[in-house]
């Protein structure tokens, strides 16, 4: 069969592809919905739990765990198989949704969030391994197109779903709904993986990187709960320099969690990671912070806030499958072309979210959403197709990974943003309009460097990594 000739959607799902496909489109909502859920469920959380201050955390915590689980995914796939780990991250992600729903204080609600993110991580981290392993690369860019649909279905669902369960019974239901698809996804993960065989055999689990992971998540993570500006920020540099230390540990290290050449920004892997990870940090303060100020001071309800905060997602869904086919040059003017969208969003979102007109809320949201639909499908796919076969398990996983590294690092950026305008005290005119201006215009310099990195792998990066 010809290249041309094979890459359809009914070559897609066929010789038994689509089960595993809607298995990993499960995988992908699960991890997408959760990682948002708390959007709309906030307000609520806080006014039974108490917390205001811990509002970047809920989402920060979870990004936490599917960080350290999404890096770890790739080496855990070689070593215990697709089939058994997948279904265990399902295990996983039960355990933290009971434990959210169950919360008697705030602490073990965020617990639960950190745990939900692990088994969140895992299953994310093993549905970029599903894609590299099972599917052959004609079909790669339908692949990831799909994803990108399902993603942003999930991100307008997510905080959607929760806004109007909190609307017609209570918040804590949210966890238990998710924890039920989680047993469906740990079930059909045994049945429908049965044949998969392991990824090439890796050394073992590169246990120094992943702890120094974890310490520079965990800094960054804090620094929303210092009081001072200097503390916060000097919080976040740390913990962005030891981000740094992770990339240059790992290219001496003989246990790798990247690919090698991923701190090298002459290639295309270490540039992809790099635009990846800055884009998804400039992208997060909409979804923490947009539901909560929308409800304050425009008086709208959870539900209305999530229709609000999800013209974001639609936009996502409908440029990535509007683009879905295209190739050849027009696969780098899209890209190129949605990246530029990110920095226009979050100049309109920083002036009109607080006071504008709410069609500019709604565009800046749209444009937002747009600028990973137009680019994000393409992205992985050239990324993927940079890696040796070597590299293929931990390459994909670190997708996901970076990505997910990128929310908590945007997070606790936005957390730091709005707490150092009065947020963490409570909601009130000054600290929402405050932080509807901070929260995006503290992160443009990400948005500029991750456009930057973008340009590079779509034009001189190596067309190899290794």
């Not at 504008?356 to 639909?373: D, N, Q, R, T, Y």
Request: aromatic share 10%.
């Amino acid at each position: 069969m010809s290249e041309a000739a094979g890459n359809t959607w009914a070559d897609l799902m066929a010789e038994g592809r689509l089960p595993r496909f809607a298995l990993i489109c499960l995988g992908v909502w699960l991890n997408a919905a959760d990682s948002l859920v708390t959007a709309t469920i906030l307000p609520s959380v806080g006014a039974d739990l108490g917390g205001y201050a811990y509002f970047s955390w809920a989402t920060a915590g979870f990004f936490v765990g599917a960080i350290l689980a999404g890096a770890s995914s790739g080496r855990l796939s070689e070593i215990f198989g697709l089939r058994s780990a997948t279904a265990l991250a399902g295990v996983v992600m039960i355990l933290g949704c009971v434990m959210s729903a169950a919360a008697p204080d705030v602490g073990t609600f965020l617990a639960g969030r950190l745990v939900q993110g692990l088994g969140s991580g895992w299953i994310s981290g093993f549905a970029m391994v599903a894609i590299a392993m099972l599917f052959p690369e004609r079909h790669l860019a339908r692949v990831f197109a799909s994803v990108t649909f399902i993603w942003g279905i999930a991100t307008v669902l997510g905080p959607l779903f929760g806004g109007a369960v909190v609307e017609a019974g209570h918040w804590r239901d949210v966890f238990w709904l998710f924890a039920a698809q989680a047993v469906v996804f740990s079930v059909a993960a045994l049945w429908l993986l049965g044949g998969a065989s392991k990824a090439p055999g890796g050394p073992g689990i590169p246990w120094l990187q992943l702890g120094v992971l974890g310490v520079a998540v965990a800094a960054i993570a804090l620094a929303d709960l210092m009081r001072t500006a200097a503390g916060s920020i000097g919080l976040v540099a740390v913990g962005l320099g030891v981000l740094a230390l992770v990339v240059w540990i790992d290219a001496r290290a003989r246990i790798r969690l990247l690919p090698r050449r991923a701190g090298d920004l002459s290639t295309i892997c270490g540039s992809g990671y790099l635009a990846m990870f800055a884009l998804t940090a400039a992208s997060m303060g909409f979804a923490i912070y947009g539901p909560p100020i929308l409800q304050h001071l425009r008086g709208f309800s959870p539900l209305a806030a999530g229709y609000a905060i999800g013209a974001e997602s639609m936009a996502w869904t409908v440029a990535g499958m509007a683009v879905a086919g295209v190739t050849g040059v027009w696969v780098k003017r899209w890209t190129r072309f949605g990246v530029l969208l990110l920095a226009a969003s979050l100049v309109i979102l920083a002036l009109t979210l607080a006071d504008g007109h709410i069609a500019w809320v709604l565009l800046g949201g749209s444009l937002l959403g747009a600028a990973f639909g137009f680019s994000w499908a393409f992205m992985s796919t050239r990324l993927l197709g940079a890696l040796s076969d070597e590299d293929r398990a931990i390459g994909s996983s670190a997708i996901m990974a970076v990505r997910q590294t990128g929310g908590a690092v945007g997070a606790a950026i936005s957390g730091v943003a709005a707490n150092l305008v009065g947020f963490s005290d409570g909601l009130t005119d000054a600290s929402a309009r405050g932080a509807g201006f901070w929260v995006f215009a503290a992160v443009i310099p990400l948005a500029l460097i991750g456009t930057w990195a973008t340009f590079r792998m779509t034009g001189s990066a190596k067309a190899v990594a290794f």
